[in-house]
């Protein structure tokens, strides 16, 4: 994560096959709007929920590129629950615990970063992109 510091960092745990799958695009437009401000999105690739993350990792950058025309990061497939959660997964999960506490409950939950590297706000997995804007726009203006 040290390569995007001072950057403004959302966090999607993401999958390909889910109904909110349709979110690549709008996480794409944000990238694409508010890349210059430092905005960059991060997408963690996650099986854990209903098995809606089946491929390697070639496959999902293929399905996301081809499908969403994704151009932000996409990181190898990681768990975001229980003993093997990935390290950054764990730290947003304490920091901003969600209705279930500390677990993620579905697919494209998202968390900002402040450009200090601090989490600012979770949004569930039924929050599109488009909602999110006014409140990634005022945090790139901090």
């Given at each position: 994560m040290a390569d995007y510091a001072g950057k403004l960092v959302l966090v999607v745990?993401?999958?390909?096959h889910?109904?909110?799958?349709?979110?690549?695009?709008?996480?794409?437009?944000?990238n694409k709007k508010y890349?210059?401000?430092?905005?960059?999105?991060?997408?963690f690739p996650c099986n854990q929920f209903?098995?809606?993350?089946?491929?390697?990792?070639?496959e999902i950058a293929q399905t996301c590129h081809i499908n969403y025309g994704v151009s932000?990061?996409?990181?190898?497939?990681?768990?975001?629950?229980?003993?093997?959660?990935?390290?950054?997964?764990?730290y947003?999960?304490?920091?901003?615990?969600?209705?279930?506490?500390?677990?993620i409950k579905w697919n494209f939950t998202k968390f900002l970063i402040g450009r200090d590297g601090k989490p600012l706000k979770r949004f569930a997995?039924?929050?599109?992109?488009?909602?999110m804007e006014?409140?990634?726009?005022?945090?790139?203006e901090l």
């Amino acid at each position: 994560m040290a390569d995007y510091a001072g950057k403004l960092v959302l966090v999607v745990n993401t999958a390909s096959h889910c109904g909110f799958t349709p979110q690549y695009a709008g996480l794409e437009a944000l990238n694409k709007k508010y890349t210059a401000q430092g905005l960059v999105v991060l997408g963690f690739p996650c099986n854990q929920f209903g098995k809606q993350e089946p491929g390697g990792a070639d496959e999902i950058a293929q399905t996301c590129h081809i499908n969403y025309g994704v151009s932000f990061p996409m990181f190898g497939k990681v768990e975001v629950n229980g003993a093997n959660s990935h390290p950054v997964f764990r730290y947003l999960k304490d920091a901003l615990p969600g209705v279930l506490g500390g677990r993620i409950k579905w697919n494209f939950t998202k968390f900002l970063i402040g450009r200090d590297g601090k989490p600012l706000k979770r949004f569930a997995p039924f929050t599109k992109p488009e909602k999110m804007e006014s409140v990634i726009v005022a945090a790139l203006e901090l």
